[in-house]
């Protein structure tokens, strides 16, 4: 009899930012124009010198354009731009250099505090300099003298942009064109940690003093409750608290309020940085010794090591009158404490599924 095997999972695939696939049909798009060529697909080559070929789905002269279009391809990468039809149009121009244009389902910054400007589209700067590169190349192979006008849409852009971070930093009415290796490397959260600085940096350019990140809904309506904060202070960091954390020391601000369910906060006092399961877990004797700490008797202890959940710990220790819910807090203050720089006050919250507060220290 043959021993029994285990099928191995198959590796994740890796996909090309909007940044590559703007600048796929950017050159597409004016190569059309320039040499009167339509490809069904064309070669790019990413910031650390690899090649790609994309495919597209249309490249044709409308007017006095043409225009070029692929499927953003995320591949196993849970990206909320996955399958978005992405095209440019490009407009020939005397004068020499690139206009970008913030076309349909593109962004635009109205905020200050973002590497880009007010009033400029939001497409960032790694696709910019891959879109620019890419169509100077052709300029100069094919001896034009002038510039390009390059408008970048995203098909239903408007929509995806809701449920990304882009309306709470500031940029309205679309997607960002990102990417800075041209690579989506499936479940890098790359792009979710990028945000996170991004909305810090908005809320300290704009002189808030206070911020307060938060792992989710829940917390989030908590701070606004407590703190009557706006959107722009309030950072949504879910697991990526190391993100938070490590950012404040390169732009302190006066004051940071940190909030989330109480396990995870239990995570931090444990000195996880990355508060998902995946990377970490809540360690049941270690809540049973910072409940001994503040008065659990032996039995108290033996019964939150045997705990199903954090929340089932938190309610014994409740029920026997030890604020666990302190304590734990008190731990993930000081951690946060040994993270950022000394004038940076810090504070932090635990909530209950309900949002209801569970724990505080460092409260002013």
Same mark, same amino acid.
């Given at each position: 009899?043959?021993?029994?095997?285990?099928?191995?999972?198959?590796?994740?695939?890796?996909?090309?930012?909007?940044?590559?696939?703007?600048?796929?049909?950017?050159?597409?798009?004016?190569?059309?124009?320039?040499?009167?060529?339509?490809?069904?697909?064309?070669?790019?080559?990413?910031?650390?010198?690899?090649?790609?070929?994309?495919?597209?789905?249309?490249?044709?002269?409308?007017?006095?354009?043409?225009?070029?279009?692929?499927?953003?391809?995320?591949?196993?990468?849970?990206?909320?731009?996955?399958?978005?039809?992405?095209?440019?149009?490009?407009?020939?121009?005397?004068?020499?250099?690139?206009?970008?244009?913030?076309?349909?389902? #593109?962004?635009? *910054?109205?905020? !200050?505090? +973002?590497? /880009?400007?007010? $009033?400029?589209?939001? &497409?960032?700067?790694?696709?910019?300099?891959?879109?620019?590169?890419?169509?100077?190349?052709?300029?100069?192979?094919?001896?034009?003298?002038?510039?390009?006008?390059?408008?970048?849409?995203?098909?239903?852009?408007?929509?995806?942009?809701?449920?990304?971070?882009?309306?709470?930093?500031?940029?309205?009415?679309?997607?960002?064109?990102?990417?800075?290796?041209?690579?989506?490397?499936?479940?890098?959260?790359?792009?979710?940690?990028?945000?996170?600085?991004?909305?810090?940096?908005?809320?300290?350019?704009?002189?808030?003093?206070?911020?307060?990140?938060?792992?989710?809904?829940?917390?989030?309506?908590?701070?606004?409750?407590?703190?009557?904060?706006?959107?722009?202070?309030?950072?949504?960091?879910?697991?990526?608290?190391?993100?938070?954390?490590?950012? #404040?020391?390169? *732009?302190?601000? !006066?004051? +940071?309020? /940190?909030?989330? $369910?109480?396990?995870? &906060?239990?995570?931090?006092?444990?000195?996880?940085?990355?508060?998902?399961?995946?990377?970490?877990?809540?360690?049941?004797?270690?809540?049973?010794?910072?409940?001994?700490?503040?008065?659990?008797?032996?039995?108290?202890?033996?019964?939150?090591?045997?705990?199903?959940?954090?929340?089932?710990?938190?309610?014994?220790?409740?029920?026997?009158?030890?604020?666990?819910?302190?304590?734990?807090?008190?731990?993930?203050?000081?951690?946060?404490?040994?993270?950022?720089?000394?004038?940076?006050?810090?504070?932090?919250?635990?909530?209950?599924?309900?949002?209801?507060?569970?724990?505080?220290?460092?409260?002013?």
């Amino acid at each position: 009899m043959r021993e029994e095997t285990h099928e191995q999972p198959a590796p994740l695939r890796s996909g090309l930012t909007t940044g590559s696939c703007a600048t796929a049909t950017s050159l597409a798009a004016a190569k059309l124009l320039l040499t009167g060529q339509c490809d069904d697909a064309v070669d790019i080559t990413l910031p650390k010198g690899k090649v790609v070929q994309m495919r597209l789905e249309f490249c044709r002269l409308v007017g006095e354009r043409a225009e070029a279009g692929t499927l953003k391809d995320a591949g196993d990468d849970p990206d909320v731009t996955h399958g978005a039809l992405l095209y440019s149009q490009i407009r020939l121009q005397e004068q020499p250099g690139i206009r970008f244009v913030a076309g349909l389902g #593109v962004g635009t *910054v109205t905020r !200050p505090g +973002l590497v /880009l400007a007010v $009033g400029e589209p939001a &497409i960032n700067p790694v696709p910019r300099r891959m879109i620019s590169e890419h169509l100077q190349q052709l300029a100069d192979a094919c001896s034009y003298p002038g510039g390009f006008e390059v408008t970048v849409n995203v098909q239903g852009g408007e929509a995806l942009a809701l449920k990304t971070m882009n309306p709470r930093l500031g940029i309205l009415g679309g997607l960002s064109i990102l990417g800075t290796s041209g690579i989506v490397r499936p479940f890098s959260c790359s792009a979710y940690i990028a945000s996170i600085h991004q909305g810090i940096d908005v809320a300290h350019t704009n002189g808030y003093t206070h911020i307060a990140a938060c792992t989710g809904n829940a917390s989030e309506d908590t701070m606004r409750q407590v703190y009557n904060l706006p959107e722009i202070a309030l950072i949504e960091m879910g697991d990526f608290v190391g993100a938070v954390l490590k950012h #404040v020391r390169k *732009v302190p601000v !006066p004051r +940071l309020t /940190l909030c989330g $369910g109480f396990g995870k &906060i239990s995570k931090l006092a444990a000195g996880h940085m990355d508060l998902h399961s995946r990377h970490s877990s809540i360690d049941l004797p270690q809540l049973a010794g910072w409940a001994a700490d503040i008065g659990a008797d032996a039995e108290l202890q033996a019964a939150i090591i045997a705990a199903n959940t954090s929340q089932q710990a938190l309610a014994l220790a409740h029920a026997a009158g030890i604020a666990l819910g302190d304590a734990v807090c008190a731990h993930a203050l000081a951690f946060a404490r040994s993270v950022v720089p000394t004038q940076v006050h810090v504070e932090v919250f635990a909530i209950d599924r309900q949002g209801g507060i569970v724990g505080k220290a460092g409260v002013q």
